[in-house]
């Protein structure tokens, strides 16, 4: 049997991450809700990369810290949306819970890192 090996690079997980949501999205009923939750969870959600991605050419680690945090409060945020669509069972329960597992995973690392370059600096 064949397992996927874990990715660790937190740019490749996010990117990962922004995919999965796009997916996810797709598979809402095309009503309000769909379209209004739809909306919020696809902007916080690959706004986690999207942050990661431009902290990469931070001139500065004060600029790392503050974009490193910017992407943990969208991440924050956007599990916040996914518990919303989980409780109101929007879409498939298991792709969604698999999806809070990655965003809490997410959340640590963030947490990690900006601590960390906070005591580096």
């Known amino acids: ?36 939750i739809g909306n919020q969870i696809i902007r916080s959600g690959t706004s986690v990369g999207a942050n990661i991605e431009e902290a990469q050419n931070c001139g500065s680690k004060k600029e790392f810290i503050h974009t490193m945090t910017i992407s943990l409060k969208e991440a924050r945020e956007t599990e916040y949306w996914l518990k ?11 792709l969604v819970k698999k999806l809070l597992l990655e965003v809490n995973e997410l959340i640590k690392i963030l947490t990690v890192i900006v601590k960390k370059t906070k005591l580096n600096s």
Do not use: H
């Not at 660790?8 to 095309?30: A, D, G, H, M």
């Not at 919303?84 to 298991?94: C, F, G, P, S, Y």
């Open 84 to 94: 919303i669509i989980n409780e109101v069972k929007l879409a498939d329960q298991t």
């Open 1 to 36: 049997m064949y397992k996927e090996a874990p990715i660790y690079s937190i740019r490749e997980r996010s990117l990962q991450f922004s995919v999965r949501i796009i997916q996810l999205i797709r598979t809402f009923p095309k009503d309000t809700s769909g379209f209004a």
